[in-house]
């Protein structure tokens, strides 16, 4: 599972990333926004660990979150945050939010809300998608048409793996070779 973590903190960011990588997640930490909005679209993780306050305001990690569930960002959003007023917290979840954890928080909770968020989302994603005569398993990354197996290469299942996950989507050339090819753009 892919972890998002969010935080300008070094110093809580670092044991942070120890932490969730020795629990075998895989782990990007950005420090600021601009950081974190390239990293959604090169990583696409399926969890985001969320500071409110960054470099960049003190409510940018709202309106990150906003945007992100705007522009149809499936994953999970759990705030981590100083802010721990009502309306603070309530506003995180009305946002796109899916929990919000109030700083300083136990490493023990942390972990447990992040299980619980990713099997969540875990349930929600398709593990075996059947579409006619296409057969598509995500984890094994096996294909086949017809009951036939497909070979594809690492490149064609991505892109395969995009439009099959969102059947209801137009994509954009741009958006389809940046997910395909992302060091390439």
């Not at 926004?33 to 993780?45: F, G, M």
């Not at 094994?140 to 099959?164: G, H, I, M, T």
Request: aromatic share 6%; hydrophobic share 45%.
């Amino acid at each position: 599972m892919r972890i998002l973590l969010v935080e300008d903190n070094a110093d809580l960011a670092g044991p942070l990333l120890a932490l969730l990588q020795r629990e075998r997640y895989e782990v990007e930490w950005a420090d600021n926004l601009s950081q974190a909005q390239a990293l959604v679209d090169k990583l696409e993780p399926d969890l985001i660990a969320l500071d409110v306050m960054l470099p960049e305001g003190e409510d940018t990690g709202f309106r990150l979150a906003r945007q992100l569930r705007r522009d149809g960002f499936g994953g999970a959003i759990l705030f981590l945050t100083a802010r721990d007023t009502v309306e603070d917290r309530v506003l995180g979840l009305d946002l796109g939010g899916d929990d919000y954890l109030v700083k300083p928080f136990s490493l023990e909770e942390l972990l447990a809300r992040i299980r619980a968020l990713l099997r969540r989302g875990s349930t929600l994603r398709q593990n075996v998608l059947e579409r006619g005569p296409l057969r598509i398993e995500f984890a094994s990354r096996k294909v086949c048409w017809n009951q036939q197996p497909v070979s594809l290469s690492d490149k064609e299942f991505v892109l395969l793996e995009r439009l099959a996950l969102h059947p209801e989507r137009v994509f954009g050339v741009d958006e389809l070779i940046s997910k395909v090819f992302p060091r390439a753009c």
